[in-house]
């Protein structure tokens, strides 16, 4: 089994990407998804907000794992050891058809069993499907430099082909309803 993660620049695609093969498979989904709640691009303050990946968008205080302000951003690691670390755990307990990790990056740099129990999802039996950003973070190298981990860069050009492509690597390990 192979593992994908996928890297690009900023609003690329990388996460619609993950909507297709979701939807496309029909799989059933652990782990967790991120995203940027109403106010990305109107307040002088947002936040960063995670969920359980098989759950619906809440953009609310208890989902929220980093504020963004013209001072700076400033990660909620107590949220990522707590809540972050509960979803992981779920999906590992749950066994989904893929654990999507959307996305692995620097506000977890502080978050150690966080970052442990991520690592621990590809040792699982359970395809994943995650994200990293361009740079990569110290702490993901324990992933992607595995040999059963492949990451692919989107691009404006390649990501309907990468849609494609992996919604056939995921549909083997997806169960008959």
Same mark, same amino acid.
């Given at each position: 089994?192979?593992?994908?993660?996928?890297?690009?620049?900023?609003?690329?695609?990388?996460?619609?990407?993950?909507?297709?093969?979701?939807?496309?498979?029909?799989?059933?989904?652990?782990?967790?998804?991120?995203?940027?709640?109403?106010?990305?691009?109107?307040?002088?303050?947002?936040?960063?907000?995670?969920?359980?990946?098989?759950?619906?968008?809440?953009?609310?205080?208890?989902?929220?794992?980093?504020?963004?302000?013209?001072?700076?951003?400033?990660?909620?690691?107590?949220?990522?050891?707590?809540?972050?670390?509960?979803?992981? *755990?779920?999906?590992?307990?749950?066994?989904?058809?893929?654990?999507?990790?959307?996305?692995?990056?620097?506000?977890?740099?502080?978050?150690? *069993?966080?970052?442990?129990?991520?690592?621990?999802?590809?040792?699982?039996?359970?395809?994943?499907?995650?994200?990293?950003?361009?740079?990569?973070?110290?702490?993901?190298?324990?992933?992607?430099?595995?040999?059963?981990?492949?990451?692919?860069?989107?691009?404006?050009? *390649?990501?309907?082909?990468?849609?494609?492509?992996?919604?056939?690597?995921?549909?083997?390990?997806?169960?008959?309803?």
């Amino acid at each position: 089994m192979i593992h994908y993660f996928l890297t690009g620049e900023q609003q690329v695609g990388k996460s619609t990407i993950i909507d297709k093969v979701i939807k496309n498979t029909g799989a059933r989904v652990g782990g967790f998804r991120t995203a940027f709640g109403p106010d990305r691009f109107s307040a002088e303050y947002k936040f960063l907000y995670m969920r359980d990946a098989a759950e619906e968008f809440v953009p609310d205080a208890e989902h929220a794992i980093a504020r963004f302000s013209p001072e700076g951003i400033m990660p909620f690691t107590a949220r990522f050891e707590s809540s972050g670390l509960e979803i992981v *755990n779920r999906a590992l307990t749950e066994k989904p058809d893929i654990i999507i990790l959307d996305e692995c990056g620097r506000l977890e740099s502080e978050a150690l *069993n966080f970052q442990e129990a991520v690592i621990s999802t590809l040792d699982s039996g359970i395809p994943v499907l995650g994200v990293i950003p361009k740079r990569i973070p110290p702490w993901t190298r324990k992933m992607i430099y595995r040999d059963d981990v492949k990451v692919l860069e989107v691009t404006v050009e *390649n990501r309907n082909r990468l849609a494609v492509m992996l919604t056939g690597e995921y549909m083997p390990y997806v169960r008959q309803k």
